[in-house]
């Protein structure tokens, strides 16, 4: 005979996936195709990457897609009209399906921003969310951790050392944590002399060293802004102040965060570093399922290392625990700043080094708002992405 626990984890879950033509939306496909009596695919979305959108909307077959930018609905329409898949037309009418009664998730995997609006969406309709996109936690996390109080909602971390700390912390109490240590792989320029990081290439930026990822959080990661984010991201999440949370580099990125205890004692989640192992431990929470993932072999040697990081050398790290100490909109100006900066590399428009200047800019700049609404949070963000742009076309 099942427990119930089993029976439990039996049941169809109805998941919507947005971003799914990301590095995160397509490792979740991944996941769910190797489960596909567990889960009923409601919704994919994409912003514009629509030969992708096809390509998955026809193997997975959702009950509905959604394509952000209006450009490709025609295409998206005549592709899809053979099948049965329904088209959304707007976002509106995509967040009114998070209601429907047969959607138990939303996993977010929207870059930037973005992010924002479709979590508060989902976690007004009381419905799962396991959230990939940190951005829209570091800019509104006190709206959205409100909301998820007052629906009751679940929450579940993604990212890899938040899904880390999120399983340390499994039958701990909150008052038994001292402090958390997020682990950072330092990325590629982590021992690069420092005044070297003024020669630093975009082909370098995008080849990160341990984790292969989309364009915006590889230079996140290889700046170190992406763990000032992450820091951030965990305020939230767990509830910690400013001084309960460390960084500590770990090159081989084996072990993904660890939580320090009041007794001194460390908890560490490990494993080899792969998102769908995250991925999955969000989608099926509070239950573990059988994964195909690489596996430890402890019969050959294994190193791991753990080092300072200079918040000197990387200034958007300290710019990060700056924004978090002053709160307010502060953390949505950094954000905005690092979005508009991270743009203009990628499109060789700054060069690298530069894009702590213009965040710290921006925070010195821009009005500040001690407890922003989402309205405010909105006009932060697009006036401080306008003034930032303005200060990278200047200083060109
Ligand atoms: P990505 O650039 O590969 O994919 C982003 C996805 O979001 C795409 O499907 C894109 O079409 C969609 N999108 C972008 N803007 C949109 C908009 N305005 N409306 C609707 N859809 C939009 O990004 P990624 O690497 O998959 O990262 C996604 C999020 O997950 C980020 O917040 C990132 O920080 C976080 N994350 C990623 C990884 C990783 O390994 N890639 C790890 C941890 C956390
Ligand atoms: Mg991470």
Known sequence: ?????????????????????????K?????????????????????????????????????????????????????LAHTSIKILHSEDELYDTFHQEDLSMVLLAIVGFAGLKPALKTIEASKDLAIANKESL???????????????????????????IFQC??????????????????????????????????????????????HKITIDSASMMNKGLEVIEA?????????????????????????????????????????????????FYPNRKQARLTRFN????LSLSFKPVDMKKFRNLAL??????????????????NEAAVEAVLQNQLPFYRISEVVENMMNEMNFVLIPSLEDLEQTHYETIVKSKELIKRKN
Do not use: C
Request: proline share 5%.
């Open 1 to 25: 005979m099942k427990t119930i626990l089993q029976m439990e984890s039996q049941i169809t879950k109805g998941i919507t996936i947005l971003g799914s033509t990301g590095s995160i939306g």
């Open 27 to 79: 490792q979740a496909l991944q996941v769910i195709s190797e489960y596909t009596d567990l889960f009923k695919l409601k919704a994919l979305s994409a912003h514009s990457s629509i030969d992708l959108l096809i390509e998955q909307a026809l193997k997975y077959l959702p009950e509905m897609v959604f394509i952000a930018n209006p450009d490709h609905l025609s295409r998206l329409k005549s592709a």
């Open 138 to 164: 570091v800019v509104g996390g006190h709206i959205l951790m409100d909301l998820v109080k007052q629906k009751n909602a679940t929450l579940l971390p993604v990212d890899s050392e938040h899904s880390a």
């Open 169 to 214: 912390l499994q039958g701990e109490k909150q008052e038994s944590v001292e402090k958390i240590i997020l682990t950072a792989s330092g990325g590629p320029f982590f021992d690069w002399p420092a005044e070297e990081m003024k020669n630093i290439t975009l082909k370098q930026a995008l080849k990160h060293p341990t984790w292969e990822m989309g």
């Open 235 to 283: 305020k939230w999440l767990f509830d910690l102040r400013p001084q309960q949370i460390d960084v500590v580099a770990h090159p081989q990125s084996l072990v993904h965060s660890m939580v320090q205890f009041t007794d001194g004692s460390v908890k560490a989640q490990m494993s080899p570093p792969d998102m769908r192992g995250p991925i999955q431990y969000a989608m």
């Open 298 to 301: 402890f019969s050959e040697a």
């Open 320 to 337: 990060a625990f700056e924004a978090l100490e002053k709160g307010g909109n502060i953390p949505a100006i950094l954000n905005a700043a």
